[in-house]
């Protein structure tokens, strides 16, 4: 069976999958170009600027891509909002596109390049991640070309009988097992992307045995595309192997304290498709069947069977709601496919062709503010609570009128300030010596940022990286310590003594810091600021704190790694 693209006249091409799909995702781009400049810098792009500044193959709490793109993008860029969301951006972009991609394999037409791209773009879950430098914006890209060059690889041509109900065109390449070489690199990629990809790879596989394209097994360039992701892949393991495995100590950590919402497994559900929009549930809900039910669709079957694997998966392990979502973009191709196969038989239901996009839209247009930072904090605060809308929490501990992409970009510049004033306060002897104490890699990375502008040093921290980072030199003699309450600075200099034997310390309160200058909303702004509830910074001697210096990375117990 031919492409149907490239057997449509000229003028059909313009309305053809790949068009609809640029379409998308060029308003797409605009959008977040638009507004991701607006607000400040979230907490984890701070830190991952920090990690750009210490390029390695592995980190305890991440995959080491971001860190390359957050050192690339200050290259190339520089370091304004626009510049290290630049990147973010453009994915959500390919993700669109990706999807109209994957409609096109299916067999769709305009309509479900449409509506499938339509989903995509108004998803708020997609409009968040999108607009911030981590890892999130990339994973679904890697995750659905896997999956466009899965389906690459395991589609047939369809029997004599098969073809006049099966409208899934074969694609002219010469060699179809040459997809997963493809599959391989990208699965590799997605794995020094973020480790979740691990999860979805037992998902494929789980799928692929679980039906007909079973027969992978016997190709041998899907074991030569599993060779490649585990050769593009081997360096961050290896880099585990002699960090003892930091990140699976840093998820048994963050287990035991309790540190993330747990949501039961219908809770789990329920957030899925608030992510996504109720308005886009028969959709996915439709894709799910295509791949599972639909005799159209039975050649993916795989991708259904890996769907509901990964689904129980997170469930069982109980994962973050989001955690799922890089999935959903074939779910909603093949949704798309199905309804519009369904409208062009049953001619009565035609009309729900031309309603069906339209609650989408508005529904997406109405929640993108609480998602993307259209509005002024104060106007954004009034606009959820005419709408009803109450901020989902992923953390125990956060607690702000605002949902925490949004909170943890305040008052960083303000702390900064703060500190800079303490600093430059010391005689200029000690301030020679001084160095910075942050008890969260938040903190420690707004310190690396806005610091030099101060002639602030670096900061060192118990936490994640900057675990690994240790003491940058510093002497020891003098350390300003900065959200720690007089009550639990004491408590870290017991500790500190017990580990050094009872070596003496010093301890002189400086003085008592009030809090930065915040946005009106004091309360919804300060949510970002972990240990600004009550903020002062003292000084202490580092060695008081546990931290032996010239040590090597083992500090003492005190300093275990915490998510």
């Known amino acids: 069976m031919n492409d149907p693209d490239k057997t449509a006249s000229p003028s059909a091409k313009w309305l053809g999958p790949l068009a609809i799909g640029a379409g998308f995702a060029v308003v797409k781009l605009l959008l977040h170009f638009a507004f991701n400049s607006n607000y400040g810098y979230f907490r984890d792009e701070l830190y991952f600027l920090a990690c750009g ?12 891509l971001v860190a390359l793109v957050a050192k690339t993008s200050r290259l190339l860029l520089g370091d304004s909002l626009f510049a290290i969301r630049f990147f973010p951006a453009v994915a959500g972009a390919l993700k669109v596109f990706l999807t109209a991609l994957l409609v096109r394999e299916f067999g769709g037409k305009t309509f479900a390049a449409l509506l499938a791209c339509l989903c995509v773009l108004g998803a708020p879950v997609y409009l968040a991640i999108d607009n911030l430098l981590s890892m999130n914006p990339l994973e679904p890209v890697f995750w659905t070309l896997c999956v466009y060059f899965a389906v690459r690889a395991v589609k047939e041509t369809p029997s004599v009988d098969e073809t006049a109900e099966i409208r899934n065109p074969k694609s002219e390449i010469r060699n179809p097992s040459l997809n997963w070489l493809f599959f391989g690199l990208f699965a590799g990629l997605g794995l020094m992307n973020k480790h979740s990809m691990v999860f979805f790879g037992f998902a494929l596989v789980a799928g692929l045995l679980a039906t007909k394209a079973r027969k992978a097994f016997l190709d041998k360039y899907f074991w030569m595309g599993g060779a490649l992701a585990f050769v593009i892949f081997l360096p961050n393991v290896v880099w585990q192997f002699q960090h003892d495995f930091a990140t699976l100590e840093l998820l048994q950590n963050v287990q035991k304290t309790g540190k993330n919402v747990v949501l039961s497994p219908w809770q789990f559900v329920v957030s899925q498709i608030m992510a996504l929009l109720p308005v886009t549930l028969p959709v996915w809900l439709a894709g799910l069947w295509y791949f599972l039910g639909d005799r159209r669709g ?5 991708l259904g069977v890996a769907y509901l694997v990964l689904l129980a998966l997170m469930i069982f392990l109980k994962a973050k709601d989001y955690y799922l979502v890089p999935v959903y973009p074939m779910l909603l191709a093949g949704g798309a496919v199905f309804f519009e196969d369904l409208f062009e038989k049953a001619r009565r239901l035609r009309f729900v062709k031309y309603v069906l996009p339209v609650p989408i839209a508005v529904l997406a247009a109405l929640v993108a503010p609480v998602v993307v930072p259209v509005l002024p904090v104060e106007t954004l605060i009034k606009y959820q609570e005419a709408i009803g809308f109450k901020p989902p929490k992923s953390e125990v501990a956060h607690d702000s009128p605002l949902q925490q992409i949004f909170g943890d ?6 702390m900064v300030a703060k500190v800079a004033d303490v600093y430059d306060a010391l005689p200029p002897d000690e301030r020679a010596k001084a160095g910075i104490y942050a008890s969260n890699y938040g903190e420690a990375g707004a310190i690396d940022f806005f610091g030099p502008r101060y002639g602030l040093p670096k900061a060192i ?5 900057y675990f690994l980072w240790g003491s940058r030199d510093y002497t020891g003699e003098i350390l300003i310590v900065l959200g720690a309450s007089k009550e639990d ?5 017991r500790i ?3 580990k050094n034997r009872g070596r003496a310390s010093l301890f002189r309160q400086l003085r008592k810091i009030p809090h930065p200058r915040l946005p009106p909303d004091e309360k919804a702004a300060r949510g970002n600021l972990a240990g600004l509830k009550a903020l002062e910074l003292r000084r202490f001697r580092i060695a008081d704190f546990g931290f032996r210096i010239g040590s090597g990375r083992k500090v003492s117990a005190f300093f275990r790694l915490q998510h």
Do not use: I, T
């Open 489 to 493: 600075a004491e408590k870290k200099l």
């Open 298 to 302: 039975r050649r993916f079957r795989f």
């Open 409 to 414: 970009q305040f008052g960083w510049p303000e």
């Open 461 to 465: 921290s118990p936490h994640q990286s």
């Open 53 to 64: 500044e210490h390029l390695a193959w592995g980190y305890p709490d991440h995959a080491p």
């Open 496 to 498: 500190g003594r017990r």
